[in-house]
């Protein structure tokens, strides 16, 4: 068992292919939010009409997520991510079809297809490092990939889009994803033959064996409400910054591009600083920071202010990100992709349940105040879980 923590960049160059399926996960729905006007022309319908398919992959991800978690242990986790990229690969080139109803199976089969991938590949990442720090180290790699990939995808991708358009780029997706669905089914056979399953626990019984990890719920609610208030935050974030700023989309998206590095650089870094286990207070300070710029940002009216909230508000909520990664690792154990899958899950509700309270809170008051103390108090209410957990 491995216990000492490797370089991150020997960790690098060994989980590469996981490193690059985590990446590859958020493409799609980067090239459908990028290129939604043209997108929409081609469906004939109207760009609302069309960016609400956006949610049917939510809704897969949460089915999907909840229904497969206790599986997530039981089949060998790099065939898990071969079908997982194949069945992206298929999303894609149906998508690129252009119609209507194509883009809706798009999202229905990327939000299933990345429930899977993203829980698959940070568990064997963790998996290769066996029970030991280096393990959520690992993990944490594969979640600041993502956030990297986040950030840059979209100006990356609009050079290609230049040569081949929107549905270029969903080829392109489909061509990268079945070569490293080889890549891992590959790797898969490689590694001898499946272990054998029969002494686990039914369906039902992997649940509640997973519920009674101790620890494990109330850190996946924590998540849930963190993800609620910055995913919610990141709803209405341009509409702030027009109606204080006057900022224009263009100039915002130097805002996003802030945003995005500040979530980035405290991924990395944290997931970096908790690896000999001081998790506790970095997810005690990342909350309590992001309370503090939430409330800030939204009463200041100095943008220099607004801008450092902005920053604080990305950092923080990837550290205590990267601190929920580290703890699901350390505590499920070798339920630890269940536990990653329902993560998952929580994300996603969360992100529904961010964006309802957002516009229920701007509509009571549009001044932005009601967001302030709405996600102000829904970061508080992790805070005082972590506390008590």
């Known amino acids: 068992m491995t216990t000492a923590v490797p370089t991150d960049r020997s960790m690098v160059r060994s989980l590469a292919p996981m490193l690059l399926a985590g990446a590859v996960g958020l493409l799609p729905f980067t090239v459908f939010n990028t290129s939604l006007v043209d997108i929409s022309r081609a469906t004939e319908h109207s760009a609302a009409a069309t960016g609400s398919l956006r949610g049917l ?185 027009d109606y204080r700023f006057h900022f224009s989309s263009t100039t915002f998206a130097l805002v996003w591009t802030l945003s995005g590095a500040s979530f980035f650089f405290g991924n990395l870094l944290t997931g970096r600083w908790v690896k000999d286990g001081r998790t506790r207070p970095f997810l005690l300070g990342g909350l309590t920071a992001a309370i503090l710029a939430m409330l800030v940002l939204f009463f200041t009216g100095t943008l220099v202010v607004a801008l450092l909230c902005t920053s604080v508000l990305g950092f923080s909520h990837a550290a205590v990100a990267a601190c929920v990664t580290t703890l699901l690792v350390q505590r499920a154990g070798d339920q630890r992709g269940g536990a990653l899958s329902l993560n998952g899950v929580a994300q996603s509700l969360g992100t529904f349940l961010g964006a309802s309270l957002g516009g229920t809170a701007l509509a009571a008051a549009p001044d932005f105040s009601g967001v302030a103390w709405a996600f102000g108090a829904v970061t508080l209410g992790a805070l005082v879980l972590a506390l008590t957990s």
Not at 125 to 133: I, L, Q, R, S
Not at 221 to 237: D, E, K, P, Q, W
């Open 57 to 241: 992959g939510a809704v897969a991800a949460l089915v999907i997520g909840l229904g497969l978690a206790p599986l997530l242990d039981r089949v060998r986790k790099h065939w898990l991510a071969a079908a997982s990229l194949v069945l992206l690969a298929v999303a894609t080139l149906l998508g690129a079809l252009g119609s209507f109803w194509s883009i809706a199976v798009l999202s229905l089969l990327v939000g299933a297809g990345t429930a899977v991938l993203n829980p698959a590949v940070a568990a064997a990442a963790a998996d290769k490092y066996g029970d030991g720090p280096a393990a959520a180290r690992a993990a944490t790699l594969v979640t600041a990939t993502t956030s990297m990939t986040a950030m840059l995808a979209a100006p990356l991708l609009a050079l290609p889009a230049l040569l081949w358009d929107w549905q270029g780029n969903l080829i392109a997706v489909a061509v990268v994803s079945l070569v490293l669905a080889a890549v891992f089914y590959r790797v898969g056979v490689r590694s001898g033959p499946p272990e054998q399953v029969a002494t686990r626990p039914s369906y039902l019984a992997s649940f509640r064996a997973l519920s009674g990890k101790p620890g494990v719920l109330p850190v996946l609610t924590v998540s849930l409400l963190r993800t609620a208030a910055f995913m919610g935050y990141l709803a209405y974030i341009a509409a702030y910054y």
